[in-house]
C-alpha cells in the first residue's frame, strides 16, 4: 500500500476535495482495471473520455479520483484531485508510486522518424556484450536483463513504463535504452522520467495524422531535448535539417554527429556491401554487419551514446563490429536459387527511399529489384501517394499491396496510392491487394539474383484487417513461398 499524498509530489493540483492521507492499492487509469483502494485517472484520449466513467470507476471500489473537471455530483467519502493536465498527472503519480525507478539507471531516449528501434536495440546489444545488465523498451520488444516481454506501443503509458523500469532496478538493470514516439511525449508519458541522454535520428513524413502540421510534429520531438537536465547529453544528427533546431534551448551536454558535415562523431563509409559495411569513425576503420547509409547513421549514433555513457572509444568499435541486425530492419536472405529477400520495416516515404537507394547502390544492376509495399489503413494518408512513387521509380517492378487496412477499406487505400505512380511507370507496376498473393507473385517473377523487398511490416507477426489482427510474418512467408516454387 501507498500514501495518496505521496503518490501525488511534484504533480500540479488545482484542488483537493476530501482527505490525501488514504491508503492506495495501485492507480489506473482504464476503468475496467479498477480494484478496490485504487487511484482512477480520468484521461481525455481520442476514443475516450475517462471523465465518462469516473461512475464507473467508484462503484468498482476507486477511493481517488485525479481529474481536470470536477463532476457534478461528488460522492461522499471519495477523494478529488482537480489538476491541470491528467496525462502529466499520470506520469509524476506512476513514477512516484514506483519510487522514481528512472532516477537509479542511466536512462536514455531515442527519438525521430526513423532508426529509433534499431538504434535502441543494438545500444542494448553493445551494453550486454560488455558485462553490463540492461534494459529495453522498444517497438519490437520490451527486456528486463535476460527477460523478454512483449511490446504493444513504441512508447507505452506512464504506468507500463514505471512498471518495467522498476523490474529492471530490481534485476540489477544499470542502463536502459528507450524509444521515444511524438505520441508519448506529446501524451507527457515520458515527463517524469530522467534521462541521461538522448539521441535525435532524422525528421520526416510521417504520423501526419496525429499532429495537424509537420512543424508541430518537429516541435514535439524538439520539446524532448528541451526537457533534459544539465546532466545529460543530447547527441543530434547533423546532416539533418533538423538537427541544429533539437539542440537549440536544451540546456544539456550537445554532441553531433554525421556523415556529410563536420561533427563530433564523423564517418566515411569504405565499402557498402549486403553482407555490411566497412567506415572511417573518427579515424579509426570498423566492419559492422549492417547495411546502407542509414545504418552508417545508426552506428554513429551508438557509437557516440557508448561515449558519452563511458565506455572506451576503441572497446566500443570493438563492440560494435559484433553486433547483429535486429529483427525486420533489412533482414535478408538468400534461397537456393539466388534470390535474395529482404524485409524491411520501412513504412514512412524517408525510409524507403534509403531501404530503395541502399540496394540499388549495393547491386550490380544486372538482376531485377521486386518491391511489395503497402500503406497501413486509419494512419497518414497524404504518404501514400509518396510511397508508391518512391517504390515504383526506384524498383524494377513494384507491387502495390495491402499492409495493415485495419478498419479502412484496402481498395480504396491502393487507389491512393497509385495516384502517385507516374505515367511511365505503369507498365512496371502491379496490383494485388491480398498480401500474401502479392509476395507469392514477387517469387513467381524472380528469377536468380533477382532481389526482393517486402517493405512496410518488418517484424510485425500480424495483419490488422477490420480491427481483427491475423497471423502474418513477411519473413515467414517469403521463405515458405520460395521453398514451395523451388526457387
Same mark, same amino acid.
Given at each position: 500500500?501507498?500514501? %495518496?499524498?505521496?503518490?501525488?509530489?511534484?504533480?500540479?493540483?488545482?484542488?483537493?476535495?476530501?482527505?490525501?492521507?488514504?491508503?492506495?492499492?495501485?492507480?489506473?487509469?482504464?476503468?475496467?482495471?479498477?480494484?478496490?483502494?485504487?487511484?482512477?485517472?480520468?484521461?481525455?484520449?481520442?476514443?475516450?473520455?475517462?471523465?465518462?466513467?469516473?461512475?464507473?470507476?467508484?462503484?468498482?471500489? #476507486?477511493?481517488?479520483?485525479?481529474?481536470?473537471?470536477?463532476?457534478?455530483?461528488?460522492?461522499?467519502?471519495?477523494?478529488?484531485?482537480?489538476?491541470?493536465?491528467?496525462?502529466?498527472?499520470?506520469?509524476?503519480?506512476?513514477?512516484?508510486?514506483?519510487?522514481?525507478?528512472?532516477?537509479?539507471?542511466?536512462?536514455?531516449?531515442?527519438?525521430?522518424?526513423?532508426?529509433?528501434?534499431?538504434?535502441?536495440?543494438?545500444?542494448?546489444?553493445?551494453?550486454?556484450?560488455?558485462?553490463?545488465?540492461?534494459?529495453?523498451?522498444?517497438?519490437?520488444?520490451?527486456?528486463?536483463?535476460?527477460?523478454?516481454?512483449?511490446?504493444?506501443?513504441?512508447?507505452?503509458?506512464?504506468?507500463?513504463?514505471?512498471?518495467?523500469?522498476?523490474?529492471?532496478?530490481?534485476?540489477?538493470?544499470?542502463?536502459?535504452?528507450?524509444?521515444?514516439?511524438?505520441?508519448?511525449?506529446?501524451?507527457?508519458?515520458?515527463?517524469?522520467?530522467?534521462?541521461?541522454?538522448?539521441?535525435?535520428?532524422?525528421?520526416?513524413?510521417?504520423?501526419?495524422?496525429?499532429?495537424?502540421?509537420?512543424?508541430?510534429?518537429?516541435?514535439?520531438?524538439?520539446?524532448?531535448?528541451?526537457?533534459?537536465?544539465?546532466? #545529460?547529453?543530447?547527441?543530434?544528427? !547533423?546532416?539533418?535539417?533538423?538537427?541544429?533546431?533539437?539542440?537549440?534551448?536544451?540546456?544539456?551536454?550537445?554532441?553531433?554527429?554525421?556523415?556529410?558535415?563536420?561533427?563530433?562523431?564523423?564517418?566515411?563509409?569504405?565499402?557498402?556491401?549486403?553482407?555490411?559495411?566497412?567506415?572511417?569513425?573518427?579515424?579509426?576503420?570498423?566492419?559492422?554487419?549492417?547495411?546502407?547509409?542509414?545504418?552508417?547513421?545508426?552506428?554513429?549514433?551508438?557509437?557516440?551514446?557508448?561515449?558519452? %555513457? &563511458?565506455?572506451?572509444?576503441?572497446?566500443?568499435?570493438?563492440?560494435?563490429?559484433?553486433?547483429? !541486425?535486429?529483427?525486420?530492419?533489412?533482414?535478408?536472405?538468400?534461397?537456393?536459387?539466388?534470390?535474395?529477400?529482404?524485409?524491411?520495416?520501412?513504412?514512412?516515404?524517408?525510409?524507403?527511399?534509403?531501404?530503395?537507394?541502399?540496394?540499388?547502390?549495393?547491386?550490380?544492376?544486372?538482376?531485377?529489384?521486386?518491391?511489395? /509495399?503497402?500503406?497501413?489503413?486509419?494512419?497518414?494518408?497524404?504518404?501514400?501517394?509518396?510511397?508508391?512513387?518512391?517504390?515504383?521509380?526506384?524498383?524494377?517492378?513494384?507491387?502495390?499491396?495491402?499492409?495493415?487496412?485495419?478498419?479502412?477499406?484496402?481498395?480504396?487505400?491502393?487507389?491512393?496510392?497509385?495516384?502517385?505512380?507516374?505515367?511511365?511507370?505503369?507498365?512496371?507496376? /502491379?496490383?494485388?491487394?491480398?498480401?500474401?498473393?502479392?509476395?507469392?507473385?514477387?517469387?513467381?517473377? #524472380?528469377?536468380?539474383?533477382?532481389?526482393?523487398?517486402? #517493405? &512496410?511490416?518488418?517484424?510485425?507477426?500480424?495483419?490488422?484487417?477490420?480491427?481483427?489482427?491475423?497471423?502474418?510474418?513477411?519473413?515467414?512467408? /517469403?521463405?515458405?513461398?520460395?521453398?514451395?516454387?523451388?526457387?
Amino acid at each position: 500500500m501507498k500514501i %495518496l499524498k505521496d503518490i501525488l509530489y511534484k504533480v500540479a493540483i488545482e484542488s483537493v476535495t476530501g482527505s490525501t492521507d488514504i491508503d492506495i492499492h495501485k492507480i489506473e487509469f482504464d476503468s475496467r482495471k479498477i480494484e478496490e483502494k485504487d487511484i482512477f485517472v480520468a484521461i481525455r484520449g481520442s476514443l475516450s473520455n475517462g471523465h465518462d466513467f469516473i461512475e464507473k470507476a467508484i462503484q468498482l471500489g #476507486a477511493v481517488a479520483i485525479i481529474c481536470d473537471e470536477l463532476p457534478g455530483n461528488l460522492e461522499k467519502g471519495i477523494t478529488y484531485i482537480k489538476v491541470l493536465d491528467t496525462n502529466s498527472a499520470l506520469a509524476f503519480m506512476a513514477a512516484n508510486y514506483f519510487g522514481n525507478p528512472s532516477e537509479k539507471l542511466k536512462l536514455v531516449g531515442v527519438t525521430g522518424t526513423n532508426g529509433k528501434t534499431t538504434i535502441a536495440s543494438l545500444l542494448f546489444q553493445l551494453f550486454e556484450k560488455a558485462g553490463f545488465k540492461v534494459g529495453l523498451l522498444s517497438t519490437v520488444k520490451i527486456m528486463v536483463d535476460a527477460t523478454e516481454y512483449k511490446a504493444t506501443h513504441t512508447t507505452p503509458d506512464s504506468i507500463t513504463i514505471n512498471h518495467y523500469l522498476n523490474e529492471m532496478i530490481e534485476a540489477g538493470v544499470t542502463h536502459c535504452f528507450m524509444e521515444v514516439s511524438s505520441h508519448g511525449i506529446h501524451q507527457k508519458r515520458t515527463e517524469a522520467l530522467h534521462f541521461v541522454g538522448g539521441i535525435f535520428t532524422n525528421l520526416s513524413h510521417d504520423h501526419l495524422d496525429y499532429h495537424p502540421t509537420f512543424a508541430e510534429y518537429r516541435d514535439v520531438k524538439k520539446s524532448f531535448f528541451d526537457s533534459l537536465p544539465k546532466t #545529460a547529453f543530447a547527441l543530434s544528427n !547533423s546532416d539533418d535539417k533538423n538537427g541544429a533546431v533539437m539542440l537549440q534551448n536544451t540546456v544539456a551536454r550537445k554532441f553531433t554527429y554525421a556523415l556529410k558535415s563536420y561533427a563530433d562523431f564523423k564517418a566515411q563509409i569504405l565499402e557498402s556491401q549486403l553482407s555490411g559495411l566497412l567506415l572511417k569513425v573518427n579515424d579509426n576503420e570498423v566492419w559492422v554487419k549492417l547495411i546502407g547509409t542509414f545504418n552508417a547513421y545508426n552506428v554513429l549514433a551508438i557509437y557516440g551514446t557508448a561515449v558519452e %555513457l &563511458g565506455m572506451d572509444s576503441l572497446e566500443a568499435l570493438r563492440l560494435l563490429s559484433d553486433l547483429e !541486425s535486429v529483427s525486420g530492419r533489412f533482414q535478408y536472405i538468400v534461397s537456393e536459387g539466388n534470390i535474395t529477400a529482404i524485409v524491411d520495416y520501412a513504412h514512412t516515404p524517408d525510409a524507403l527511399d534509403n531501404v530503395l537507394k541502399t540496394i540499388n547502390d549495393i547491386r550490380t544492376k544486372n538482376e531485377q529489384l521486386i518491391t511489395v /509495399v503497402g500503406c497501413g489503413g486509419n494512419r497518414d494518408k497524404t504518404k501514400r501517394p509518396i510511397m508508391a512513387k518512391i517504390a515504383t521509380d526506384l524498383s524494377d517492378k513494384a507491387i502495390l499491396t495491402s499492409d495493415n487496412p485495419r478498419n479502412e477499406d484496402p481498395e480504396v487505400i491502393l487507389d491512393e496510392m497509385e495516384k502517385g505512380v507516374e505515367a511511365h511507370n505503369y507498365k512496371k507496376t /502491379v496490383r494485388i491487394t491480398d498480401r500474401k498473393q502479392a509476395i507469392k507473385t514477387a517469387c513467381q517473377l #524472380a528469377q536468380p539474383n533477382d532481389i526482393i523487398l517486402i #517493405a &512496410g511490416k518488418g517484424h510485425e507477426t500480424y495483419q490488422e484487417i477490420n480491427g481483427v489482427r491475423h497471423h502474418f510474418d513477411d519473413m515467414e512467408t /517469403v521463405k515458405e513461398i520460395l521453398d514451395q516454387l523451388g526457387k
